[in-house]
């Protein structure tokens, strides 16, 4: 008895672990908040492959609230959840949510936002270098490859400053005929675009081409760009409302976007390896995609 | 006593002013591209915006007060603009209301520091904090466009616009500097600014009503603040949730940088003025000479350093 108990464990566990699609396993998606866009169309990626792979997927909403987040956590966690997938409110605040999955030896997938604490198997979200490169390689095709180039960077030290500046450098740094005459911060901050680029501006009688760092530079630079009658193309990145209406009335020649949905729809994809025993990256980079006109 | 031109005596009560002089031609030898007449009213136009914050955080400063919440004042005031100018409000309107807005909210931190005995630092601190709230709950979070009306054309030129070939944030910043100074030097407001900062109680006991000097002087704040707000708004074309953030801390800079004393009742409104293009020329010539973003923050921390202990020493020789 004790022994056709045991074997019928193994084969459920067998059966279990190989096709999960029998056993319609439940995963849980708490997001930041479904208050915005982008969130929304991560949810809808992660419910596509959710049903696409035979999970049943729970989403709970944060609302930008880390105790609403916690609350949320808690509550999955009582139930029979296989994996937490997490777009953290704040990667401090996120620490004790994860820790008390941890406790549940449930696993964690970050998605978008990463945490500063508590285990977590991996980590989804954008490839901000693969995004810099995707500009380098517009402004090369777009000037057949010689142009003067400003860079306007986003806060000094931050991950995406860092990331999207080392792209786009090494893009540009591989072509001989592309230069940057001018590389300044201004800290992913509209006004400060506008300042920064009247200033180099003043200081550089030839430029064919901006990459800002984000949207928000970009669209300040040209307003700059305006106001001083000069021909510059701007290439910004994020893909926010207002620089797709930029790129849509020909004022920005293009923006770098997050594919919000595929973030979420590898976010279940590195779910089902984690649960079929399959070794997974700490950090699943999601592909970047160039909106223009 | 000699009336004859004294060296000594100039340079130390003019150092904001050589400083000034000293870092344009040290720039201007480094980038031909520094001093033409365009990037020195790029600079102007630029410096314009702190200017006019820093010259209302001179009338607080001159009593002895600080004033941090500038920089969301300004947010608030630039998104309501932007809204009504976006709903197609008529400009005077919309201009007047914003600046009584920004008024009323200054006013409101400085009631708290008159009638509740709160300090400064701590009222206004409250005041940035929750104005910043409300910035974010009325935009959402969200950049607010000024829209596609005539009346939006209009607006744009407060911030984008010329007179007679100068632009016209500067012109603004220019009548403000004009007003101010005849507050501070001929009116009894000016006197009370002084006195109360130079000793509160003297002051009280001289029959001076400091809590309604106080609570005006930090509705000129709020409302210079607002100034600002529309100006920004208006160059962007555009209202932006995080606008202004850390603004206190450049129009603090620009008054200290200036030679007015943080302890008040001793200070300059020309004084506010230099220093806001000190930091206005600063920024300017570390962009043209491409500085990496890693060096421009010590550059910047090293010359207000040296700018304000030179001034200090000069202050303690000439006592």
Not at chain 1, 190 to 195: C, E, H, P, S, V
Request: with cysteine; proline share 3%; aromatic share 6%.
């Amino acid at each position: 008895m004790k022994k056709l108990f045991g074997l019928a464990t193994a084969t459920a566990m067998l059966l279990g672990s190989t096709a999960p699609s029998f056993a319609a396993d439940t995963l849980a998606l708490v997001v930041s908040t479904l208050n915005n866009p982008f969130f929304v169309t991560l949810k809808e990626g992660a419910e596509g492959k959710a049903s696409e792979l035979g999970y049943e997927l729970l989403v709970l909403d944060s609302q930008n609230d880390p105790a609403k987040e916690l609350a949320a956590v808690e509550d999955v966690l009582n139930k029979d959840v296989k994996l937490l997938m997490i777009n953290p409110t704040d990667s401090d605040a996120v620490r004790s949510a994860i820790r008390a999955a941890n406790r549940k030896d449930v696993p964690v997938v970050t998605l978008d936002r990463g945490a500063s604490g508590g285990e977590v198997v991996s980590h989804v979200a954008s490839d901000n270098v693969q995004g810099g490169e995707m500009a380098a390689e517009l402004v090369n095709s777009t000037f057949e490859g010689t142009a003067k180039v400003v860079e306007l960077q986003g806060v000094p030290g931050t991950s995406a400053a860092r990331d999207r500046g080392e792209g786009f450098n090494k893009g540009i740094d591989a072509v001989e005929g592309l230069s940057i005459v001018a590389s300044q911060a201004a800290d992913f901050d509209r006004t400060k675009g506008l300042n920064v680029m009247e200033n180099i501006l003043q200081a550089q009688p030839e430029i064919d081409v901006v990459f800002a760092h984000n949207d928000e530079m970009a669209l300040g630079a040209i307003k700059a760009i305006e106001a001083a009658k000069r021909d510059i193309l701007v290439i910004g990145f994020d893909g926010t409302d207002d620089a797709v209406a930029a790129v849509n009335d020909g004022t920005m020649l293009a923006t770098v976007a997050q594919q919000a949905g595929m973030i979420g729809a590898l976010g279940v994809e590195t779910a089902d390896k984690i649960l079929k025993g399959e070794a997974v990256p700490e950090y699943t980079p999601v592909p970047l995609k160039l909106i223009q006109k | 006593m000699t009336r004859s031109f004294d060296f000594r005596t100039f340079v130390m009560e003019n150092i904001p002013l050589i400083g000034l002089i000293v870092l344009m031609a040290a720039v201007s030898l480094y980038s031909p591209n520094f001093l033409t007449v365009d990037n020195l009213l790029n600079i102007l136009r630029q410096t314009s915006i702190n200017a006019i914050i820093a010259m209302g955080m001179t009338f607080v400063i001159l009593t002895a007060g600080i004033d941090l919440s500038v920089g969301s004042i300004l947010a608030f005031a630039g998104a309501v603009c932007a809204s009504m100018i976006a709903a197609d409000t008529p400009l005077i309107v919309a201009l007047l209301t914003t600046l009584v807005i920004g008024a009323a909210l200054g006013a409101a931190s400085g009631s708290i520091i008159a009638f509740f005995g709160v300090q400064a630092f701590i009222a206004t601190l409250v005041g940035m904090t929750m104005v910043r709230g409300l910035v974010l709950v009325y935009t959402d979070g969200r950049p607010i466009s000024t829209g596609d009306f005539d009346v939006a054309n209009s607006f744009y030129e407060v911030g984008g616009g010329y007179i007679a070939g100068i632009p016209i944030p500067v012109v603004i910043a220019g009548v403000v500097f004009l007003a101010c100074w005849y507050v501070l030097n001929y009116t009894r407001l000016g006197r009370y600014v002084y006195a109360i900062g130079g000793n509160e109680q003297v002051a009280q006991l001289a029959g001076v009503n400091v809590s309604r000097v106080k609570v005006i002087v930090y509705a000129i704040s709020g409302a210079l603040s607002a100034l600002a707000g529309i100006i920004l708004t208006a160059r962007l074309e555009s209202a932006q949730p995080t606008a202004g953030l850390a603004y206190e801390l450049d129009a603090i800079a620009a008054v200290v940088l200036g030679g007015t004393s943080l302890a008040g009742g001793r200070g300059r409104i020309t004084g506010t003025l230099i220093g806001a293009l000190i930091i206005g020329v600063l920024n300017n010539a570390l962009n043209i000479m491409d500085v990496s973003s890693y060096y421009q923050m010590i550059a910047k921390g090293a010359v207000i350093l040296l700018a304000v202990v030179l001034d200090g020493r000069s202050k303690a020789t000439s006592k």
